[in-house]
């Protein structure tokens, strides 16, 4: 609501309240209309005494002073929030075809066409280059929170990660690592090129049916990131392993498909200017 006077502020009597959307670790989404415009939307409801346990309060005040500016139809649009004693409030842009994991898990080996996969991440480009322009990184790229609009737009959320750009992470990251580069999990100062690198582990997944660096455990997960330990299939395309090195930045390779499946090389042979392949070496410590 536009104006500042107390009238204008939203209030949950404002909103009939729908079936569950999705449930989050500190509150749920809704499936809301609100009464005089009918206008159908999401309701991310959160408790006040779980974020302050979990001190990311401020996480939360950053994601709404930054998505509520956004204006990009491949970016979540957060219309305005409000707040009681023990709830916040966000009023979200409701996504018709919901979570985009829950898509790509349900296709075929669990991953979309080279075609579908290309037309995805140029909408994911077009949402990055609109952010960073804006100097906002994201940092939390993944497919879980991505959306699908009802024409078949993908819509990027759950900025409780975003930053202004440059920075350096004071949160303890939780979750997964998959789609973190190494300057990020291993605490370095970072730009907006860590949002380039986590689409880079989306296309491959998008196209491999799983992250780039996926491991049983998280302590091989980081190993494998740190080292740029990737492999690809033997069913993709070089112009798809192209675009993901340049996206991953791994530079000038050669050969590093095997003619078997899922190559066991350890690391990747980059096909430096010198004679002899230079091994990628482990990712360097960042002072
Ligand atoms: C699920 C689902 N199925 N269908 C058919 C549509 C949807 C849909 N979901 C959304 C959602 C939505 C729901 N959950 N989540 C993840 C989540 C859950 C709890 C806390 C934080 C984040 C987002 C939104 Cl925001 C916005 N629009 C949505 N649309």
Partial sequence: KEGGSKKDLWALDNFEIGRPLGRGKFGNVYLAREKSSHVILALKVMFKVELSRAGISHQVQREVEIQTHLRHPNVLRMYGYFHCDKRVYLLLEYARHGELYKV??????????????????AQLVSALKYLHSKKVIHRDLKPENILIAANG??????FGWSVWSPNERRTTLCGTLDYLPPEMIEG???DEKVDIWSLGVLCYEFVCGKPSFEAAKKSETFKRIARVDIRFPQFLTDEVIDLICKLQEILNLSNIRSTERWPERLNIIASA???????????????
């Fill in 188 to 190: 370095c100062k970072y």
């Fill in 104 to 121: 790509l898990r349900s296709q075929p080996n669990s991953r979309f066409t080279e075609y579908h996969s290309a037309n995805y991440i």
């Fill in 153 to 158: 737009q993908l819509k990027i959320a759950d």
């Fill in 273 to 287: 200017k010198e004679s002899t392949p230079v091994f990628l070496q482990p990712w360097g410590s960042c002072i």
